[in-house]
T-cell receptor, first 116, second 113 residues
Framework: AQSVTQPDIHITVSEGASLELRCNYSYGATPYLFWYVQSPGQGLQLLLKYFSGDTLVQGIKGFEAEFKRSQSSFNLRKPSVHWSDAAEYFCAVGLVLNSGYSTLTFGKGTMLLVSP | DVKVTQSSRYLVKRTGEKVFLECVQDMDHENMFWYRQDPGLGLRLIYFSYDVKMKEKGDIPEGYSVSREKKERFSLILESASTNQTSMYLC????????????FGEGSRLTVL
């Protein structure tokens, strides 16, 4: 079964500093990979996704992620963090079944704190 | 934009009560999902549905049931609420065909006393 590991429960970054959130997955085939963000009291918003092709994916709000098959990783990065980026971030892997429907398996999330 | 609407943002119920959580999506998506979110545990899939009147168990279906009578509406039912079902419940919808991308509602925070 597919699984997703986010090794960092909390990360604190100074405003203006760079950010990297780690994500490792376990899946037999080429995965569909996602990063979602959740602000306090809100649902999840899609930041970016990888299906195939270029392994460096650009998303919204200045985020990017790189798919590395050899490391089974899909780390999220941002060159300069803003205070409004403080939120919880979830990595997810998608499984598409033969029937055509799909499910997502999520990591446990990384809480990003931004210090002034 | 895709809109997934969960009718109740906050609910407080008593142990043993029957609880209905309603979710409506406006994008004609075939697939709909109910997740439960708890601190330190991330999102766990309770049930999903890929067609009207169809349902599949997720990872933690015990104590829950679902209903999908219309394509746009997917309800989560707690037949007899218990305190360990106090949680945030997230509904999502998605289209079939290979992308797996899901669109989420804002969540329903349920407290069972």
């Amino acid at each position: 079964a597919q699984s997703v590991t986010q090794p960092d429960i909390h990360i604190t970054v100074s405003e203006g500093a760079s950010l990297e959130l780690r994500c490792n997955y376990s899946y037999g085939a080429t995965p569909y990979l996602f990063w979602y963000v959740q602000s306090p009291g809100q649902g999840l918003q899609l930041l970016l996704k990888y299906f195939s092709g270029d392994t460096l994916v650009q998303g919204i709000k200045g985020f990017e992620a790189e798919f590395k098959r050899s490391q089974s990783s899909f780390n999220l990065r941002k060159p300069s963090v803003h205070w409004s980026d403080a939120a919880e971030y979830f990595c997810a892997v998608g499984l598409v079944l033969n029937s055509g429907y799909s499910t997502l398996t999520f990591g446990k999330g990384t809480m990003l704190l931004v210090s002034p | 934009d895709v809109k997934v609407t969960q009718s109740s943002r906050y609910l407080v119920k008593r142990t043993g009560e029957k609880v209905f959580l309603e979710c409506v999506q406006d994008m004609d998506h075939e697939n709909m999902f109910w997740y439960r979110q708890d601190p330190g545990l991330g999102l766990r899939l309770i049930y999903f549905s890929y067609d009207v009147k169809m349902k599949e168990k997720g990872d933690i279906p015990e104590g829950y049931s679902v209903s999908r009578e219309k394509k746009e509406r997917f309800s989560l039912i707690l037949e007899s609420a218990s305190t360990n079902q106090t949680s945030m419940y997230l509904c999502a919808s998605g289209a079939p065909g290979g992308t797996g991308e899901l669109f989420f509602g804002e969540g329903s925070r349920l407290t069972v006393l």
